[in-house]
């Protein structure tokens, strides 16, 4: 079996279901666990990584209204590596490279053409539906089973845990910092489970764009800023686009001391086995006198 990765969180479910070793490409944002760096990398990203998040977001924007893939997928290596599957994904055109870039990328293999896999995590459920099938495709059913059932009760106990919290702090997640993103999909249900309230995103739902207006009305107690695509630094180095904005000192979760820069590259944004540590992280944040995973200086700080 010879497996290709084109997005970061199916590497991690090849890798957890104990596949590593199959695995003979990656992309450009495969980086856990850290031996992937040795794989040939097949993807690249046609716009510039570096600017401010305001930079990143116009020049995703201009690729995506020009009709444009933000992603290049390089077909003939690719077919050079000759891999019996490929896991990517149809979740979001700007995350990672979608099913159509991979399908234009391999169309004119006429022989031995690979098994697509295609993975589009909408909601908590759907991550599990995923793990299953990249399992499935695998030709290991029961490891898919058996890593799915291990994860679900990590996070249960969590759950359960917090049923008996009566407070439930508010909390805004920022998927992106300029312009203003909460974090939907999953992230409401990480949520409700950690023992918060979500104010903005819905479950199953793509990420919404809000603007400081709608965050300054909220005044949550609690902050988790987790960019897509960036660690604790990057993230930190992009603050000053919310807390130069005027009322920010005077925000409950401010002056409560309660705003906290995560590695959402890492976690949050990845939809595969580490959902779990994601979900650990968010208690930590949420009810700090209750749970301590061991995250704190590596999955969170505090700004």
């Not at 993807?43 to 401010?52: C, F, N, Q, R, Y």
């Not at 930079?55 to 019996?84: C, F, H, M, W």
């Not at 896999?117 to 290991?140: C, E, H, S, Y």
């Not at 409401?188 to 919404?208: I, Q, R, W, Y």
């Amino acid at each position: 079996m010879r497996v290709a990765s084109m997005l970061a969180s199916a590497t991690e479910i090849v890798t957890a279901l104990g596949f590593r070793d199959a695995l003979v490409a990656r992309s450009h944002e495969c980086d856990f666990p850290a031996d992937v760096a040795s794989l040939p990398c097949c993807t690249e990203p046609k716009i510039d990584l570096h600017g401010t998040s305001r930079d990143i977001d116009n020049r995703v924007k201009t690729v995506v209204q020009e009709g444009l893939s933000v992603y290049r997928v390089d077909g003939d290596a690719l077919k050079a590596l000759r891999p019996d599957v490929i896991v990517t994904q149809s979740q979001c055109e700007v995350c990672a490279v979608s099913e159509k870039d991979l399908r234009k990328a391999v169309c004119d293999w006429l022989d031995a053409t690979p098994n697509i896999v295609t993975l589009k995590p909408d909601a908590l459920a759907d991550i599990w539906t995923d793990i299953q099938n990249v399992a499935d495709a695998l030709g290991a059913p029961a490891r898919g089973r058996a890593l799915i059932a291990a994860l679900q009760q990590r996070m249960a106990r969590i759950e359960a845990a917090t049923a008996e919290i009566a407070a439930r702090p508010t909390i805004a997640c920022i998927e992106w910092i300029d312009p203003l993103m909460a974090g939907g999909n999953w992230m409401p249900e990480l949520v409700a489970m950690a023992g918060g309230t979500n104010l903005f995103g819905t479950a199953g739902a793509h990420s919404p764009w809000m603007t400081w207006d709608d965050l300054r009305r909220a005044d949550p107690e609690v902050i988790a800023v987790l960019p897509c695509g960036f660690d604790i630094e990057r993230t930190r180095r992009e603050m000053p686009a919310l807390t130069a904005q005027p009322g920010w000192s005077g925000l409950r979760a401010v002056r409560d001391g309660r705003v906290y820069l995560t590695d959402g590259n890492q976690y949050f944004n990845r939809p595969g086995p580490r959902i779990a540590d994601s979900l650990e992280i968010l208690a930590e944040l949420l009810h700090p006198e209750r749970f301590d995973f061991g995250h704190r200086g590596t999955g969170w700080v505090n700004l």
